[in-house]
Nanobody, 118 residues
Framework: QVQLVESGGGLVQAGGSLRLSCAASGSIFSISTMGWYRQAPGKQRELVARISSSGSTNYADSVKGRFIISRDSAKNTVYLQMNSLKPEDTAVYYC????????????WGQGTQVTVSS
């Protein structure tokens, strides 16, 4: 089973930047599409961005142009560069594999808290 450890969250003012990292164990990392997700208080978890094994990316409309997802397969690590942060980006951020059934996954890491103050 893949193990996921997210890091890099924190408290930042609106307009600031953060870079999240996700270290993944497991041999399937290199062939998996990976995603960053977030869950704000009282809301459902949502997909923020995903990146395929070949590097193709997709973003939620709410973060397009501000967030950049990348991966380093040699380090089994996925990154999320978050720029021009807004208070509505406040959430716990998680990484995981991505598939059409991601919302049914049982395993999630501990996540990393991102708080954006206005």
């Amino acid at each position: 089973q893949v193990q996921l450890v997210e890091s890099g969250g924190g408290l930042v003012q609106a307009g600031g930047s953060l870079r999240l990292s996700c270290a993944a164990s497991g041999s399937i990392f290199s062939i998996s599409t990976m995603g960053w997700y977030r869950q704000a208080p009282g809301k459902q978890r949502e997909l923020v961005a995903r990146i395929s094994s070949s590097g193709s990316t997709n973003y939620a409309d709410s973060v397009k142009g501000r967030f950049i997802i990348s991966r380093d397969s040699a380090k089994n690590t996925v990154y999320l560069q978050m720029n021009s942060l807004k208070p509505e980006d406040t959430a716990v951020y998680y990484c995981n594999r991505w598939s059409n059934s991601w919302s049914q996954y049982n395993y999630w890491g501990q996540g990393t808290q991102v708080t954006v103050s206005s």
